[in-house]
Structure formats: C-alpha cells, structure tokens
C-alpha cells in the first residue's frame, strides 16, 4: 500500500513535471522511495554563430539550458522530490538508448580566446536539499546529453530512469 507520504512524492512529480504528455513519469513508488523515469524526446538543434564559428545549441522539450562560464550550453530537467521528515536518501540513475554524434560543436559560454571545457558532468545531479513550508525537498537536475568537446563528440539519451530511496529515519513515511 502506497502511504499518503509516498502519494505527495508522486503528487509533487507530477505536477512538476507539467501536462499530461510530460517527459517524466513515475515508474514506481513505495515505502522506500520512489522511481521516475524521463523519455527526453528527440533533440532540437539550432545553428549560430559564435564569434564567427558555426555552432549549435541544443534543446529539448521541457529542459531548460544553462552554462557558467566556459560550459557548453547542455539542456538539463529539473524535478522536485518530497523526503521523509528525517532521515537519508540516496539516488542511483541509469542511462539507455545512447545516441553519439561525432563532429557537434556547441555553444560555450566562454569570452572569446578562452578554451571550453567538457560537459562531463554526471547525467543526473542532485542539489542541496532545500525546505520549504518545513518539507524537505530533493532538486534532482537531469541532463540527457554530454558534450566531449576535445573530441567534438555529444553524446544523447533517450531515457534516464532515477531511484530515490529513503533510508535511516527510524520510522516510515508520514501514514
């Protein structure tokens, strides 16, 4: 039986993940977490020019792009995830359905002169846990593609499928 606490989790993903042909879907909930699954859709690719090189940037539906200084622009989905009251989490993800494109070159947000660095970060990351109307809320930041950009090599993922699981709290989500 899925706890009313379980239920918000699922609630809260729901509605953060927009209408009903979102990208993200909950695969699963229990007692001892909840598992999601985002299908990112195909990959939206727009040519300019960026100091008078062609270059692409890259979108997909629903994620929204962001790149410090010297990152390449890489589309990434945020999700919010309810927590128990107290305790621990812990989050593993898998990726499938690679997709590799040799020879992509993307917008950097870089000064000119400056080298770009690679978009390796990891596919899924989490944020700090951030409280809000004292529930404890996981950011978990999803990015369907990386970029090698020493190799001009962006690789794409047509699904990302996250466990959230809740450990150590001494008792069960809120019944």
Partial sequence: MIRPFLLTAVIVTAL???????????????????????????????????????VWQIAFEGA??????????LPARTERILLPPDGDYRLTFTTSGENRIEGARLFVATPSGDAPHNGFAPSVVTWDVQTFRGRRLLIVSMRPALYDADRSVLTTFERIDVRVEFSGSGRKPVS
Avoid: I
């Avoid at 598992?35 to 727009?46: E, I, K, L, N, W």
């Avoid at 410090?68 to 622009?73: A, D, L, W």
């Fill in 16 to 54: 953060a993940a927009g209408a009903a042909a979102s990208p993200v879907r909950v695969d699963r909930a229990d007692d001892g977490g909840v598992t999601f699954v985002y299908t990112p859709g195909p990959m939206a690719r727009t040519p300019v020019d960026q100091d008078g090189v062609p």
């Fill in 64 to 73: 929204l792009t962001d790149a410090g200084p010297g990152e390449p622009g």
